[in-house]
């Protein structure tokens, strides 16, 4: 069992204890079920709910002001559920999650509050936060005992966006990717790491996990900043980034 969480390439060391609990209440998630899926999201929430992270109740703004969100839920299993553009929710990563199980696989603005609100999720207005610059994504990465792999990821997106803008968070291939042989997060400047497709290349280099994850980083110049996250199936786990992202590992 192993789960790898990071608090976004734009955080610093400051906020490492939001990024520990949220390990932590991952772990004792995938301890009590052998869930990969609950194990990730449950890391996830943990940072949605934490005011100093970008994502949920932190989130940054828009530039009108509002708060738009983007998460992404997959599994090695073959599912996928990503949202775009949520306005008004508190854990955006819970309304990916459900999307796992429908034909569909990625609801966009009033649809997706329409899917949110018709699953039983409350609409209430969300604040967010005019700190932060912008890569302060939230995510994890969890693998159960018998080698099964999840990823969870939500975010604000990037601080004075346009309404409308969606990063790399909800793209497939770009901001997250799993399989039955991997499990990947990106976080860091959307426009960039979409541009690169990022988490799919890393995984077509990931024979040597960590070689593959620091030669992902250096797709994009220096000066923008960009993490990424893994576990593999055989067991190899591994984050990194360009910046003084946090992360926290847990394994047995
Ligand atoms: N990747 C996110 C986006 O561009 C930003 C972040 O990592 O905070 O929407």
Known sequence: MKIICHGGAGHTPKVQDGVDKAAEEGWKILKETDNPTLAATAATI???????????TGSCLRDDGRVQNDAAVATSDGRMGAITNL???KNP??????????FVTMLAGEGAI????????KQTKVKGSEKGWTGDTV?????SSDGKIAV???TGGVRGRPVGRVGDTPLWGSGFYCDES????????????????????????????????EWGVKLLPKDTGVGIIAIRNDGQIYGTSNTSMPLKIIED
């Open 46 to 56: 943990i940072m949605e709910d934490d005011f100093r992270f970008n994502a949920g």
């Open 182 to 213: 991997i499990g990947i997060l990106a976080t860091g400047v959307g426009e960039a790491i979409t541009e690169q497709l990022m988490c799919y290349r890393v995984y077509q280099h990931s024979k040597n996990l960590e070689k593959a994850l």
């Open 87 to 89: 306005q008004d929710f």
């Open 93 to 102: 990563v819970l309304v990916a999650r459900e999307l796992l199980d429908e």
């Open 114 to 121: 329409e899917f949110a609100l018709k699953k039983g999720f």
């Open 139 to 143: 995510g994890a990465v969890a693998q």
């Open 152 to 154: 969870a990821s939500s």
